[in-house]
């Protein structure tokens, strides 16, 4: 567990590919399983430790996770997440495809409960969301893209979608539209940096993770 911020309000972890960020039917341990015990034996806290999930990264997916110590920094940073007052940037390895140097997509999305995996539908659908994600190709290699993202909200696989839908899958990500699975099972999606004003001390604050230890993100 890599632990790139922490005060008295909020953790924020380096979650690496593969790691739950909370718990599920696998009842695999969690990150904030993780937390929670981190905190108890550090503080010596006695009784439960209250840690409240900000934001969620799929299991899949690398990087910033964001971990509340209060209930009132959890609300907090809530609202942040719901006035989108947080910049959250993400790098993507995609499969080449000729694509524009760059754009903002607005797609609307609608999540398949059963099948765990978001569809971009019509504005009219029932129960679809409208999803907003900007990026900016940075780097092209021999097979792959690399995109810079800049996310407006924040929908159930919504980078991952998005992406698909111009014919750019993440590379990995076999669920939707890659060509083959990478052999950790991850896919190439990382959180990159966050940047907001601490909802307690008000300070500009901006949090960068540093990439997982797999050859393609070495190249970078």
């Known amino acids: 567990m890599e632990i790139v911020f922490e005060d008295n ?7 690496k590919p593969g790691q739950l960020s909370q718990s599920d039917k696998t009842g695999d341990q969690s990150i904030l399983e993780l ?13 439960n430790v209250f840690l409240g999930l900000v934001n969620r990264i799929d299991r899949p997916t690398s990087g910033l996770l964001i971990l509340a110590k ?15 007052e947080i910049k959250k ?3 993507a390895i995609t499969e080449k495809h000729p694509i524009k140097k760059s754009d903002r997509l607005i797609n609307f999305l609608k999540k398949n409960e059963k099948k765990n995996k978001s569809f971009v539908v019509n504005k009219e659908t029932k129960g679809s969301k409208e999803s907003i994600l900007n990026y900016k190709l940075v780097k092209e290699l ?5 995109l810079k993202i800049n996310l407006e909200t924040g929908r159930h696989h919504q980078i991952r979608t998005q992406l698909s839908n111009i014919s750019s899958p993440i590379m990995g990500d076999i669920k939707y539209g890659a060509k083959r699975p990478n052999k950790d099972l991850s896919i190439c999606l990382h959180s ?23 050859k393609i993100w070495n190249s970078l």
């Open 142 to 146: 021999d097979n792959y893209n690399v």
């Open 70 to 84: 209060t209930s009132k920094c959890l609300e907090r940073m809530n609202k942040i997440l719901r006035n989108r």
């Open 9 to 15: 309000h909020f953790l924020i972890i380096n979650k």
């Open 89 to 91: 940037t993400y790098l």
């Open 35 to 47: 937390c929670k015990n981190y905190i108890k034996l550090k503080y010596n806290k006695k009784g």
């Open 192 to 214: 990159k940096s966050l940047e907001f004003i601490h909802p307690v001390t008000k300070k500009q604050l901006k949090i960068e993770a540093s990439f997982p230890d797999l």
